[in-house]
Structures are given as structure tokens and as C-alpha cells.
């Protein structure tokens, strides 16, 4: 029975790293039917780790959110100014104070001010603040996503429970939950789906890590069969020479 070469790019570290696809089945057509099967078997079970995942690497746990990411803490107050936003630009919008801060460049000093953003009136089906038609902006100014910020907290704020528009708030809980059970129902399903799939592909290394050992069992064994038929033969010969050799004298 030979034995795999040290020098073969299967077992070389250094060789492995350069070794290409003819090179490594070059050196598999040195190996023994043993030799084979215990390659064989190896294979199927990294193949098996590599389907199931069991052979990479955990995940390295991050100290922040992934850039992109809404933290869940964040995802309704965002949801809301949203839902604000989308809502006023269809529907208009009644008047609401934004509250900012201004640093001054020079002393560094903050100063609190307040805005009073007036009511928006409709110009042709859209939605704008008055007297904001010039020559920059011929249709007009429109609510932005800085404004709803300010305008979803005059309409209601969760946490002190105050606001002018409570039942524009119930509505829209009402459609984010839905929207959130959705969500939730399909990432159950994918779930289940990938449960499903890592069961089927376990199912299918394990039947194929057992056809490897089937299959090395059977090549020792035509090995050994070869190797006793091989010495049964030179025995044979070995006698067949002895008594031509008795025969001549």
C-alpha cells in the first residue's frame, strides 16, 4: 500500500497555497485504492461543514449598529416622521412651531429659538407653504423631512402623551403594526424556509459521509484481496519455478 508523497499538494502547506486543479489531480492519481478512500472520505466531510456552515468562521460581534441599519429602539419615532411626512404632503398641514439651537461661530454661545411654520394652502393639488413661489422655486416650497420631524412631535408625541393629533397618531400605529407583523411573519417564514433548507443538507452529508466510508471500507478490502491475491500468485509462481527447475535435473 503506498503512501500519500509529502511532497503532494493535498498535504504541503507551502505547495497547497500554489497548487492548481491539474496539479492536485496529478498527484491523486499517485494514491492507492486506501489512499483513495481515505481522501474520499475527507472530502465528504468538509463538504459536509461546508454546507451546514459548522466550518466558518462566527461572525465578529460588532460594537455599533451596521452603517444603514435603523436601530430598533428608533425604527417607530422614524416610521412616524415618515407616516407625517407622506400624510402632510397629501393632505396639507395646520401651523406648528420648530424649536432649534444656534451657536454663535465668534463665543460659541447657544441660543434656543422657536419658528412658527404657518398652515400650508393648496396650489393646483399641491401642497406648499404660502408665499413660497419665486423664481428658485416656481411651484412652490413643500413640507420636507426636517420639517416633519417637528411637525410629527406637534401632532403627538408618545412619550408625554400630548399633541394636537392623536387620532392621525392611532392611525398610524394601526398601519405599522401591520406592517411590522407582516414583517415579522416573513422573516418567521424565511426562517422556517432555511431550518428546512440546513435539516436537507445535513440530511444529504451525513448519507453522503456515510457513502465515503461505505465506499473506503470496500476499497480496503478490494486492497487487501488484491494484496493476498498477489502474494497467492508469486506463491504459485514460486512453485512453478521450484518444480521446472526439479524437472531439468
Known amino acids: ?48 461543514k461546508k454546507l451546514t456552515g459548522k466550518g466558518s468562521k462566527a461572525p465578529k460581534k460588532a460594537g455599533s449598529m451596521p452603517k444603514g441599519v435603523v436601530p430598533p429602539q428608533l425604527m417607530k419615532p422614524r416610521a412616524w416622521v415618515g407616516f407625517t411626512l407622506k400624510h402632510a404632503q397629501e393632505n396639507g398641514w395646520e401651523s406648528f412651531t420648530v424649536h432649534q439651537t444656534k451657536k454663535d461661530k465668534a463665543t460659541g454661545e447657544k441660543t434656543e429659538e422657536e419658528i412658527e411654520m404657518p398652515a400650508s394652502i393648496e396650489v393646483e393639488g399641491r401642497h406648499i407653504f404660502p408665499d413660497s413661489v419665486d423664481e428658485k422655486n416656481p411651484q412652490g416650497k413643500t413640507l420636507i423631512h426636517k420639517d416633519a420631524m417637528s411637525l410629527s412631535k406637534h401632532y403627538w408625541t408618545p412619550k408625554t402623551k400630548e399633541g394636537t393629533r392623536e387620532d392621525l397618531y392611532e392611525e398610524f400605529l394601526a398601519q405599522y403594526e401591520d406592517e411590522v407583523k407582516e414583517e415579522v411573519e416573513e422573516v418567521e417564514e424565511t426562517e422556517q424556509e432555511m431550518k428546512k433548507r440546513v435539516k436537507e443538507e445535513e440530511k444529504a452529508a451525513k448519507e453522503a459521509e456515510k457513502a465515503a466510508e461505505k465506499a473506503a471500507k470496500e476499497a480496503e478490502k478490494a486492497a487487501k484481496d488484491a494484496e493476498k491475491a498477489a502474494e497467492k500468485a508469486a506463491k504459485e509462481a514460486e512453485k512453478e519455478v521450484k518444480k521446472a527447475a526439479k524437472s531439468k535435473k
Not at 18 to 29: R, T
Open 1 to 48: 500500500m503506498s503512501s500519500i508523497p509529502s511532497a503532494s499538494p493535498i498535504v504541503s502547506n507551502e505547495v497547497s497555497e500554489v497548487a492548481d486543479f491539474d496539479s492536485i489531480m496529478n498527484a491523486i492519481k499517485t494514491f492507492d485504492a486506501h489512499d483513495l478512500a481515505k481522501l474520499m472520505k475527507a472530502i465528504v466531510a468538509e463538504l459536509g
